[in-house]
Each structure stands twice: as C-alpha cells, then as structure tokens.
C-alpha cells in the first residue's frame, strides 16, 4: 500500500504553486483584447433614481459602452434568483422583490449599482464613471433590524408592507403550546436578549470575473471567484442571462478563500457576461476591497429574546425564540434558508430540551444583502442557546459545567429525534466536554484567577459544546423545506491507460486542501500512490455536475461520491482482472491496488488492468467496454452532525475594558479524519473566525444605511497578534450516513468560538454584576458595561 | 501620458512603459506577468502585496513604480532555487502555514525580513512582527510556527 492514504497528515500537493507565485486567481487570467468594467455605485442608502445622463462617460476616452438599467430590460437581462422559498405562518410565500443586476428607479442600498463603465484600461472605466450625472432623490431609510418592520419605517419595496419577507413560525402551533406549558411549570428560568452582530467575509482575495464570448461557437466563458461553479451557471445562465447550461462554461480557478460568500451569483458577473455577448470581447472585473465592504454578501444580522425554562434539578424544559433577521435590501440566494432551517433546527443543541418553538420575522433593511457565512445560521443557534445556558447556571445556582453535563443527550440514545426536526445520527458529548475540562486545566482555574486578580486583572473561563449540522443535505427533505436545486454531488474517476487516475469533481477547493485530501482517498482505496492522482474541480466543462463546497459539504457528501465511483472501478476492474488471470469474476479480490484469486498467488496490478481496459488486445470485448473510468452521485440519507466543546479563558483589565484571549481549547469531533494536519487548520482558521466576530468585528450602519465600516481601517479583523495559539484534541466518532464516516469541519470553530469568548468574559465581569455583553465585545462595550453595572 | 521605468526584478534587468499614477504592484502584475504578488485591499492594511525593494518588505501597492527605478526588486516568483524552495517557503509547506494561498506570498516576504531583521524570535515578537498581514484562513497559529521555525535554518543555527 502506497503511503498517504486515510489518517496521513501528508503535506497539500497544491502548497508548490502557492508558494511560488505559480496560483492561478481569477485576476491572473489575461485576454487577447479585453476590456475592462467599472461598476458605478449609489452613494445612498434609500433614494429615488431619476435620470442618469452617460453622455459624457461614453464620448470619454477609452471607452466603449455603458450600461443601465433600462439596457438590461432591453437586452432581456433578469434579476439575481433566490434559491430557497419560506412559507410564513399565515400560509402565504415570502416576498421576493426582483433583484435588478443595474438599479432601476430606486437604489436600496449603499453599493447597488446604477451604471457599468465599459473600457479599454481600468482607469479609463474609472475616470469615465465620473463623468456620469445621476439624479437621485433621496428618501427615508430603514436601516436598523428591530425597527425595519414597525409602524411609521420608510417602505423599501413596495410588495412588502411593513418590510417583512416572512413571519415564520417552527416547528409550529403544537410546539408553540408545548414550550408555553413548560415555562408555567417551570421551576427557574432564563432570558436573555442578544444581538448577533452582521459581519463581512472578507476572504482575502477580493471577487473578481473575466467574461469571454465565442460568437462562433456561440459559447460564453465566465472565470470568476465561485465555491460553486455548476451553481452558478445554472442561477446566471437559466434565471439572468439566458444562455443555455450547454453553450456556458464557468471556471472557477484558485479561488483565495469563500466563506460563503462566493456562493451566491452577483450582478457584476451578470453584467460582465452581458458586456461580452453584447461586445463580443473579453469583459473583466476586479472588485476593489471598498466594493467589496458593501457587496460581498453580509452575514449574521439577528436581534434576538431567548428564554429558557428549567425543572428544579436544572433540566431543561422548554426553550422560546423570537428573532428579528435582517436580509439586507434584496433576497441573496440563500438567504432566507439561514435564518430558517441552518437556524431553528439547531436549538437542541447537544442537550435533551423536549419542547422548543419560535418566531422569526425577516425584514427588508436599507443595507447590504446578507447571505451565508462561515456558519450562517447556526453559529446564531450556538450561541443564544450556550450564551443562555450559561444564564440558567446562574439562575439555578449550578455550575456551568454540571447543567450541560446533566443535559447531554446520552451516549446510548442515539439515533436522537429532536423536537427541531434534526435526528441526530451519533455523538459522545460528555467525553469530548470532559477532554477540553482536562486539557484546559479547567480544575487550575481558580489560582489562574487569583494570579491575574493579583495583577489588576479580571479573569473568565467559559465553555461552549457547539454541535452543527453539515452536509447539506438529502435532496428529498430540503426540497420539502423549500430548496429550488438538489444537493447531491457528483465525481468521476478516471483511470488514465498509463495507470494515473484524474479525478472529477463538482466541489471546489479554496483553502480546504481538497487537491490533497481527495487525492489521499484514492490513495487509500486504490492503492495509487499519491503523485499519481490528480484531482480537478471547478470547470463545468470538465466535471459533469455538482454542487460545490460550502456549509462543510465538501468531504462527506462530494468525498462520498468519490468513493462510490471507486466501488464501480473495483467492480469493473474485477471483471477484467477475471479474464485476465483466467478466473471466475466472484473469485477475485481486490485490496491495495492488487487483484487477486481468491486463495491463490495469482495477482494484477490495478494499473496493469487499467492498461488492459485501454488497450483491449485481450479484453472481454463483448461482454464489456474498454476504458475505465466511473462517475457517481451521491445524494446523502441524512445530515451529518460534527460536535466539539471548547473552553476559553480570557483577562480583562477593568480599567480600559480590553480583552484578551490568554487559553483556547478546542476538542471537536468530526468523524474520520482523513488529514489530520488540514483538519487542524481549519479548525484553527474557524476558531480565529468566531474569536473576530466575538471581539473586534462588525458591520456598522448609520441611520440612512451609510456604511460606518467601510474599510479595513473601520472594521476590525482578527491579526496575529490579536488571537492565540490553540490547544487542539478531538475525538471521532465516525458518521454512520456516508461511506466514509465523514462530517464537516470547515465552521464548527466559528460556530463554538464566540459563545465560548463572550461566556468567558461575562464570568470575568460577574464579580462586576454584568451578566451580558453583546458581541463584538470591545474594550468600549466592556468598559461601558462595568459602569452601568456600577450606577445600578 | 506614460514614461519607462526600469529596475531589476529577480535578478533580470526589467523596462517597462507605464503612467505616473502606476503603482509598482500593477507594474509586477500587469507589465511583467508576475502575477504571484497579490493585491488584497486598498488601504495598505492587508500585505498581501509585499516584496523586498532593496532587501527591505515593502507594500508593493503603497509605492509608485517610478518611486522602485533602478531599484533590486524581490516578489515571491523570485525565492525558489528551481524546485527548492527557500527556507520559509518550505517551512509554510511543513508546517501547513497556508490554505487558499491567497495572503501566502506577502506573508512569506514579509516573514523573510521579520527573520532578517531578528537575531532571535519568540511567538509574541512574531505576532506583533505579522501586523500587517491578514489571513482569513489558517487563524495565523500554524504561520506563526513556520516562522518560528524557518529561523535557525535561515540564520544557519538549525
């Protein structure tokens, strides 16, 4: 057996390119005669559009065209699509006002775009988008998630009074009463009411396209910065730009990070595409980082009333939600999905609670459209449900370790039923709490305290068992749930007649080492050594079909599909080794690369079999196909359900209100670990996630829905010297639902991290009489919470 | 209105024709195809851009390309000695100090001079050293080790 297989923390077989300059970004594409796109943006956060007057920028040097909304009317361009539907509770469907990919008589937000400079040099496209005159009037805004739906706020669309998208009620009336019923019995209570900060994504390679059209072939190309790239044909192809998935190719190269929000279609490729069709030259766009603050999709956004109702020996009885979610000006194409269904079925939790029920109510805001993030919707479940937790040990006088502990769902009852639709497939929650207890030194606390007491300082340790569902998902139920795509993925292998095998695949890698770990899979049921394994992703011209790679799908569904097409070159390779060594087909074996008879010393090489079915000189010829070479879907039964427990330990000094993280432990179990040493960065890189968001990030609108935070000098984003370094363990328990015992890793540190941090710092300012800090949890804010602590 | 710029980048003597307003990041990247130094942000806050002008790590989007004549420029294309990879390039690699890449060659140069520049490191002077390089990725903890660990093998002291 060829090392690298299962369990190897081989080094990434993509780290040379990367490290030598050699990656391959959308940016890095260049064209013979391309021309360049600048979008001109509203300054406004709500305004009535009147005319807009591109005389001047289109006599301007340079350039060739600029486009507006009415072109795109003309030229039958549609709106951006939403890709998931929710029914409110009155039984009506949500409100989906068209999204224009150029604004038409009103902007709704600051970013929208109102015109695209199309020119030879980017600074032509630029200094010609000055020139265009736009006549706005500006109106009321309704910027502020709580507000955005009451009486008296400005209308941002008129197909939806009072602002709202949906009302929606989950799981629904019975609950509702169930959930009423244990909070009239119950014995102590907890309520806190939190606000989850929006944040911004910022992978740090900026969005970027460049669009080709081949009028001869009649085909248009689009390079662009996706997680996604079937995905985004079939949105941009069939619902804006109508061009058929046959005669469209979307590349998504080296790709520097996702984090969701490269997802979602954006008007800008939209309009890039129309650009070259229209122009019949190569069109290309690079998003500025200041474009980027206020068009990447947003993520988070709730403002929530959690409450929690306990039995007098702290089990928990009930639990309520009422949130407001902010979806921003438009429908982003996932966005309804996350405050919804990534959201509610996660209130259980890792605990037993029998009754839970809630409300959310989703607003149209002058702001920048929300959509997936890093989480997206379950790091808010985590966190009201752990921040509450910690709320009820106060209320019942029980330590926060013992009321999770006495909550737990047990080892032994899994398969679980929540009452959040979610059956839980497998978990050992107490042992993974118990290892993070351990390896903190949880016990050593106490003089940790006084030592830092001693210096001034205040000092927290906080827990959070975060548990995620990944995976997404059987296509069967999220089409119940309102999913307008299926969630399968697909692979193919292929072995090459010289005994290499390339691989196919409808994921993307984007930092998740997928070149690697998908290789290593090969490697371990194959028996092909690793550098002959080549792994492609992202090119709808070269793998067939798939889904793409975002909510920690990658491995356990689009690895599983791997898996599943190497079933089928083992059972075909079979056949042939069975003629070749002269052999009944049931007789033969296959295990590391070799075919054997069963019970004898005869034995062929996988490669030798692969030659065979490539140069079929003695080959079954009429019973079977040369070539070998396989393609699978894999559409899982379940979720999968990744869990961890973390404990942070944090010093505050109460004169300024900073905050440091001084311990993170991280134990998280996330199946069968393929790679351990990637498993571990993403861990890392999700943890450093959840620690920004829970201390230094977030996104700031003014009342008109003016971006305060609109570069990287306003909006705070975690550096090196502002997070630890990580004290990593996990266990694995591996995933029942998929060939390979599989679950995500990509999130689960951003889902854990910020209950963890702000459950620290809340017990260091206990001793102060705070018992809440919303996030992001500043030295302002925590400054500001231990003085009004003091005056009450 | 365009003038020549000439430098030497790499070790290669480069001329190229540019405007006045042509940062020398856009000169690497657009006249020369030395697409390896990346641009991340537009407020000098990302460093996704460094390469050594003169020896010293320099934000390549915050200096003119005119302000780098006759200079002996550096980027990332320009550390490997065929497939051997300079010291900190490796120790990124054994240490798994990057995923989507996209920071990785600002953060490398910008780590070869934090090593020059230090006869000894610790974690906390590496940290405060990385300020001006963000990485969404890797949580900055396996950056740091490689960093620490590319030290005595660049200092000989391995």
Known sequence: ?792 | MTSTVSMTVNGKQVSAECEGRTLLVQYLREKLALTGTHVGCDTSQCGACVVHVDGISVKSCTMLAHQAEGCDVVTIEGLADGDTLHPMQEAFRENHALQCGFCTPGMVMSAIDMVNRHDTLDEKTVRHQLEGNLCRCTGYHNIVKAILAAHPVMKGTA
């Open chain 1, 1 to 792: 057996m060829p090392e690298g297989g299962i369990g190897a923390s081989v080094k990434r077989k993509e780290d040379f390119r990367f490290l030598t300059g050699r990656g391959s970004y959308t940016d890095d594409e260049v064209r013979a005669g391309q021309l360049y796109a600048h979008m001109l943006r509203s300054p406004h956060g709500h305004a009535a559009l009147g005319s807009v007057d591109t005389s001047k920028a289109e006599a301007a040097p340079g350039v060739v065209c600029v486009l507006t909304g009415p072109d795109a009317d003309a030229d039958g361009i549609g709106g951006l699509p939403c890709g998931w539907g929710i029914t409110s509770k009155d039984g009506t469907p949500m409100v989906e006002p068209k999204w224009p990919v150029i604004a038409q008589g009103k902007v709704r937000y600051v970013g929208e775009i109102v015109a695209a400079v199309i020119a030879e040099t980017a600074d032509q496209a630029a200094d010609a988008a000055e020139l265009i005159e736009i006549d706005y009037r500006t109106l009321d805004a309704a910027a502020v998630t709580e507000t955005a739906h009451l009486d008296g706020a400005a209308q941002i669309h008129d197909e939806a009074p009072g602002n709202l998208c949906f009302d929606w009620d989950f799981p629904g009336e019975e609950a509702a009463e169930a959930v009423d019923a244990a909070f009239e019995a119950a014995a102590h209570t907890a309520r806190l009411e939190l606000v989850n900060q929006r944040i911004i994504p910022h992978s740090m390679e900026p969005r970027a396209a460049v669009a080709e059209y081949d009028k001869g072939e009649e085909k248009l190309t689009l390079y662009c910065t996706a997680q996604a790239a079937h995905a985004m044909r079939l949105l941009l192809g069939a619902f804006v730009l109508n061009q058929p998935e046959h005669k469209f190719r979307v590349v998504a190269p080296d790709v520097g990070g996702g984090f969701g929000s490269k997802v979602a279609p954006y008007a800008e490729y939209a309009i890039i595409c129309w650009a070259s069709r229209k122009l019949e030259r190569p069109v290309r766009w690079l998003g500025q980082r200041a474009e980027c603050f206020v068009t990447d999709a947003h993520g988070r956004d709730h403002v929530t009333e959690v409450e929690l109702a306990l039995d007098a020996d702290g089990g928990f009885t009930g639990l309520r939600v009422n949130t407001i979610a902010n979806m921003g000006a438009y429908l982003s194409a996932f966005a309804p999905l996350i405050p919804t269904f990534l959201y509610a079925t996660l209130f259980a939790g890792q605990y037993t609670t029998p009754a839970i029920s809630c409300n959310v109510k989703a607003v149209f805001t002058n702001t920048s459209p929300v959509d997936a993030l890093r989480g997206a919707g379950r790091p808010e479940a985590t966190y009201l449900l752990e921040r509450v937790i910690d709320e009820a040990a106060q209320a019942t006088g029980i330590d926060p370790v013992e009321i999770r502990k006495r909550n737990f769902i047990a080892d032994d009852a899994f398969p679980y039923q929540t009452p959040v639709a979610l059956l839980y497939d497998s978990g050992s929650y107490e042992r993974a709490l118990d290892i993070a207890l351990e390896k903190s030194d949880w016990s050593g606390f106490a003089a940790r305290r006084s030592a830092s007491e001693a210096n001034g300082k205040l000092r927290g340790i906080g827990i959070a068992s975060p548990i995620e569902a990944t995976g997404a998902a059987p296509s069967a139920i999220a089409g119940q749930l309102g999913a307008r795509a299926g969630l399968y993925e697909s692979a193919q292998v292929r072995f090459n007649a010289t005994g290499t095998v390339t691989v196919f695949a409808g994921t993307h890698n984007h930092g998740q080492g997928h070149e690697t770990t998908f290789a290593q899979l090969v490697t371990d049921k194959l028996g092909v050594p690793l550098e002959n394994v080549e792994v492609v992703e992202g090119d709808t011209d070269r793998a067939v079909m798939g889904m793409g790679t975002y909510g920690s799908r990658s491995l356990s569904v689009g690895g599983s599909a791997i898996d599943r097409a190497m079933d089928k070159i083992i059972e075909k390779g079979k056949k042939i080794a069975s003629h070749l060594l002269e052999a009944s087909v049931d007789d033969i074996e296959f295990d590391s690369g070799t075919f054997t008879v069963s019970g004898t010393d005869r034995t062929i090489g996988i490669g030798e079999v692969a030659f065979a079915a490539y140069v079929p000189h003695n080959y079954p010829l009429e019973e079977l196909e040369p070539g070998l070479d396989e393609q699978a879907f894999f559409d899982p039964v379940n979720f999968n359900f990744p869990f961890a427990s973390y404990v942070c330990e944090v010093e505050v000094d109460p004169e300024t209100g900073s905050v440091s993280v001084e311990r993170f432990t991280a134990v998280d179990d996330v199946g069968t670990i393929v790679n351990p040493m990637i498993v571990e960065g993403q861990v890392h890189g999700g943890l450093a996630h959840g620690i920004g968001q829970a201390l230094m990030e977030g996104a700031v609108f003014d009342e008109n829905g003016q971006p305060l935070t609109g570069s990287l000098m306003d909006y705070t984003l975690p550096r090196a010297d502002t997070v630890p370094s990580f004290d990593l363990d996990h266990t694995e328990t591996p995933c029942p639902m998929n060939p390979l015992g599989a679950k995500g890793v990509g999130e689960i540190g951003a889902i854990g991290a910020p209950p963890a941090v702000v459950n620290a710092v809340v017990d260091a300012l206990r001793s102060h009489g705070v018992n809440h800090v919303d996030m992001p949890v500043t030295s302002e804010s925590v400054w500001q919470a231990i003085q009004s602590a003091n005056a009450s």
